[in-house]
């Protein structure tokens, strides 16, 4: 190697191994705050304006376990969870999860017919893109979602629960249902707009 290219490969390296560090911090803080992976209890986790695209960067090997989530994103700044939500095992009803965040993508949300959704979405004016894994099978609303895309709707239609008793989806009047309102229907749903 040259005298005049050392200089640069210690700039590489150096910067390198900057990143690296700041990788295995970040590491080291979300071990900390998710207790190595065990924390199940999420209620007020990302809420408010302290989270924000910059501050919310889970490790790409983290996943979620949620037994509670009382308003965990609630009012937070984020465009986008970034991971897959499970809630298949929440112990109790979990309420304002998603309410007054900026979100605009909500990546795959696992549910089961028994998860209540009571204000998700409320007040979720910028959300446009959501997945859902599983089984709706209790009231849902996104009356407060009006840039909600055509594929997520299609997707929340596709989950709904056959459903015995009165089950109502409450869909924003700036989309069209007119789609799917026989799928809808015919699962025992009532669409509400």
């Known amino acids: 190697m040259s005298i005049a ?7 590489d390296n150096e910067q390198r191994g900057y990143d690296a560090g700041k990788v295995a911090e970040r590491k080291r803080w979300w071990n900390g705050f998710t207790k190595n992976g065990t924390r199940k209890h999420w209620n007020y986790a990302f809420f408010q304006l302290g989270w924000n695209n910059d501050t919310y960067d889970p490790p790409d090997d983290f996943e979620f376990t949620i037994q509670y989530a009382y308003a965990m994103f609630h009012s937070s700044e984020m465009e986008d969870t970034k991971k897959a939500l499970d809630f298949t095992n929440l112990g109790a009803a979990a309420s304002d999860v998603f309410r007054s965040s900026k979100l605009k993508t909500i990546r795959t949300i696992t549910v089961n017919e028994n998860v209540t959704f009571n204000n998700w979405f409320v007040n979720c004016a910028e959300l446009e893109s959501i997945t ?7 009231d ?4 407060d979602c ?38 809808i229907e015919g699962k025992g749903w009532t669409i509400v707009q």
């Open 146 to 183: 009006p840039l909600l895309s055509a594929d997520s709707i299609a997707n929340v239609v596709e989950h709904l629960a056959a459903v015995s008793v009165k089950t109502t989806i409450t869909i924003n009047s700036a989309i069209d249902m007119s789609a799917y309102k026989s799928t």
């Open 132 to 138: 859902f894994e599983g089984t709706i099978g209790q």
């Open 5 to 11: 290219a050392k200089p640069q490969t210690i700039a």
């Open 140 to 143: 849902i609303s996104f009356v």
